[in-house]
C-alpha cells in the first residue's frame, strides 16, 4: 500500500439518511472483514503508539489491528479483552476522534485509522463465533460488591473477576446494563447484539448480577460488609440526575428530561406498539444542549414522526457532540438553531378558530415533549393565532394573538366544534 492510499480511510457502510430516519434500527452498519483487513493494513504500526496514549484503558491498539491486518480476528480479539470488558460497547459509542484516532498519526496529513470500528468488528466476530474470552486469574475467595451495572460498573467487575475476585452487581432498574441499556437508542447501540451479550460476557467471567436491589433500601452497605462478608464496595450508580437551566415554565406540562425521555423509549419501548409506556413527542420538538444525549433525544424525536430541533448556546463548531453524531443527525433532517439560548418558557394555549370571541368549553391538551428543558424555532409575526384565556371554571375565551417569540407546539383538542388546528407554548429568548 503506497502513503497516498495509506492517508485514506476505508468508508463505512451506513444506512441511506431517509431509510434510517424512519427506523430504530442500528445506523451504522460497520466493516466486513475484507473491509477490516484492507483498514488494518492502513495502520503504520509505531514504534510509539500515541494511539495507546490516547485510550483510557491503553489497549494494545497496533497489536490486535495486527492480527486484524491477518486476518487473526480472534487472536486480535483476546487481545482486546486483556484490557477492556466492553469493546463491542467501546467501538460504536467512545469518542474515537478525541482519543485513540486523534492521536494517530496518520491524522495529521490524512485520514486516522478507523480504530474505533476494527475495534468493533473483532467484538462482533468474537461474538458471533463463540470466542471464548472467560480467562481469570484462579479464585481468591474475596469478594467485592459493585453498586450499579452501567459501563463503570460492568467494567470494574469485570477487570475484579478477570483478577480472581469473587464479585457481585447490584441493579436497582430490571435490566443490567445501565446508561447502554436506558440511555443510548437502539440505533446507535442495539440492545440484544451488543449490550446483552457483552453483559452475558461479565457473567461468563464469573460475576453475579442481582436486579431490582436499591442499595439503602432494599439492603444497606453496612449489611453488605457486615452480613453478607463482602471486603469492598465499588459504587458505579452513575449520572442519572438531569440538570435542567434554572429558568421559569421548565416544569410546564410538555417539559421533560432528555434522561426520562430516552428512558421511556429506550427501556420502557415506548416506541413499540402495544406498550403500556407510550410517549408523545408532538409534532415539533426542541432540544436544549449539543452533547451526545441531546443528539440522542433529537434522532429520537425524529424517528417518532416529529420535526426536530436542536437549541444550543453556543456555535456549530462548539458542538461537544461526537462529530459522527452531529453529521448523523443533520444528514437525517435534524434541524440545528444555533447561538440561541432560552431564558423562560410560556405555557400559553393557542389555535385557530373561525372569528373572534368564540367561547371555548371543556377543552383538554397534551403536550409534546420538549426533550430536555425548553425549546426554541424562531417564530416570525403571524396573524390569525387565537389566545386561550381560560376561566377558573374551565372555560374560555378565544382572542386574538399576535406574537414574535420562540416556540415550542403542543396539539389542543376542542370539545365544543370550535375550529382548532393547533396549539403552542412560547418561549422568551435572549435578545
Known sequence: MDMNERLIRISVREQEPKVRATNFEEVCLGYNEEEAVKE???????????????????????????????????????????????????????????????????????????IGKLERLTADWAASHNVDLSATEPKNGIKVAVIGSGPAGLTCAGDLAKKGYDVTIFEALHKAGGVLEYGIPEFRLPKEKVVKNEVENIKKL????????????????????????????????????????????????????????????????????????????????????????????????????????????????????????????????????????????????????????????GYTTWGCIDLVSASTAELKKRYGFIYVDRNDDGSGTLERYKKKSFYWYKEVIATNGASLKRGKSYIKNNP
Open 206 to 361: 464469573g460475576v453475579k448480577i442481582e436486579t431490582n436491589v436499591i442499595i439503602g433500601r432494599t439492603i444497606t452497605i453496612d449489611e453488605l460488609f457486615e452480613e453478607e462478608g463482602f471486603k469492598a464496595v465499588f459504587i458505579g450508580s452513575g449520572a442519572g440526575l438531569p440538570k435542567f437551566m434554572g429558568i421559569p415554565g421548565e416544569n410546564a406540562n410538555g417539559v421533560c428530561s432528555a434522561n426520562e425521555f430516552l428512558t421511556r423509549v429506550n427501556l420502557m419501548k415506548a416506541a413499540v406498539e402495544g406498550y403500556e409506556t407510550p410517549v408523545r413527542a408532538g409534532n415539533k420538538v426542541a432540544v436544549v444542549g449539543g452533547g451526545n444525549v441531546a443528539m440522542d433525544a433529537a434522532r429520537t424525536a425524529l424517528r417518532l414522526g416529529s420535526e426536530s430541533h436542536i437549541v444550543y448556546r453556543r456555535g456549530e463548531s462548539e458542538l461537544p457532540a461526537r462529530a459522527e453524531e452531529v453529521h448523523h443527525a443533520k444528514e437525517e433532517g435534524v434541524i440545528f438553531d444555533v447561538l440561541t439560548n432560552p431564558t423562560e418558557i410560556f405555557l400559553v394555549q393557542v389555535a385557530e378558530a373561525i372569528e373572534d370571541g368564540v367561547e371555548l368549553m
Open 40 to 114: 488494518a493494513s492502513r495502520c503504520l504500526n509505531c514504534k510509539n503508539p500515541k494511539c495507546v496514549d490516547g485510550c483510557p484503558v491503553s489497549i494494545n491498539i497496533p497489536g490486535f489491528i495486527a492480527h486484524v491486518k491477518d486476518e487473526k480476528f480472534e487472536e486480535a480479539a483476546k487481545e482486546i479483552a486483556k484490557y477492556s470488558a466492553l469493546p463491542a460497547v467501546c467501538g460504536r459509542v467512545c469518542p474515537q476522534e478525541k482519543q485513540c484516532e486523534g492521536k494517530c498519526v496518520l491524522g495529521i496529513k490524512g485520514d486516522s485509522v478507523s
